[in-house]
């Protein structure tokens, strides 16, 4: 009992000084005198060749999210065999055709998120989902693709594109996708 009272002193006292140092006053600042005003001259800036062309900076900045846009629609999601992470024929070539707008927009950087079927633990399937998206990050870097560019993600069994539970589903899940990012 007699230790709670001290511990609750403390405590009392530990906020009573932060408050105070808190709640301190600072030192007013002292006023610089007042400087005599300086003329300056502004130069009037010409347009600029964008804006001649009808073009706003500002469209111009919209047009790099649309252009990222129009490369992410483009990227093809690959499959994979139950537990497996091994790059089958078919994800190959989708890999290429990838791999290609990839190389044709150096601005565009992708994250690659691997996907798994909901049977496995959650701790199995995220591990599988990483090593599906480590696959397919490597085989773009293989065929070019700078390793920068990429990054990879795992959402095991938490993002299904399929809710069923057949092997249809199943099969749909199991996947890699591929966003554009900036």
Same mark, same amino acid.
């Given at each position: 009992? @007699? ?7 403390? #405590? ?16 007013? +600042?002292?006023? #610089?005198?007042? !400087?005599?005003?300086? !003329?300056? @001259?502004? $130069?009037? !800036? ?14 111009? @900045? ?24 091994? &790059?089958? $024929?078919?994800?190959?070539?989708? &890999? ?29 399937? %995220? #591990? %599988? ?13 293989? &065929?070019?693709? =700078? +390793? ?12 299904? &594109? ?5 092997? $249809? =589903? ?6 890699? !996708?591929? @966003? +554009?990012?900036?």
């Amino acid at each position: 009992m @007699k230790k709670v009272v001290v511990m609750q002193w403390i #405590a009392v006292v530990a906020l009573c000084s932060l408050l105070a140092v808190g709640c301190a006053k600072k030192p007013a +600042a002292q006023q #610089a005198p007042a !400087e005599a005003p300086v !003329e300056t @001259k502004v $130069a009037v !800036e010409q347009p600029t060749a964008v804006a001649d062309q009808g073009v706003s900076e500002s469209s111009v @900045k919209e047009q790099v999210p649309a252009d990222i846009e129009a490369v992410a629609r483009q990227l093809q999601r690959i499959h994979f065999d139950f537990d497996q992470f091994s &790059l089958s $024929a078919q994800a190959r070539d989708i &890999l290429a055709a990838n791999a290609a707008l990839l190389q044709a927009n150096p601005g565009v950087k992708v994250r690659i998120e691997g996907h798994c079927d909901e049977r496995g633990s959650d701790e199995y399937n %995220l #591990a %599988l989902g990483e090593r599906r998206a480590i696959a397919a990050r490597d085989y773009l870097v293989s &065929l070019g693709v =700078a +390793a920068d560019r990429i990054s990879t993600i795992s959402y095991g069994e938490e993002m299904p &594109l399929d809710p069923a539970s057949n092997e $249809a =589903a199943w099969a749909k899940n199991r996947r890699d !996708e591929f @966003k +554009a990012v900036r």
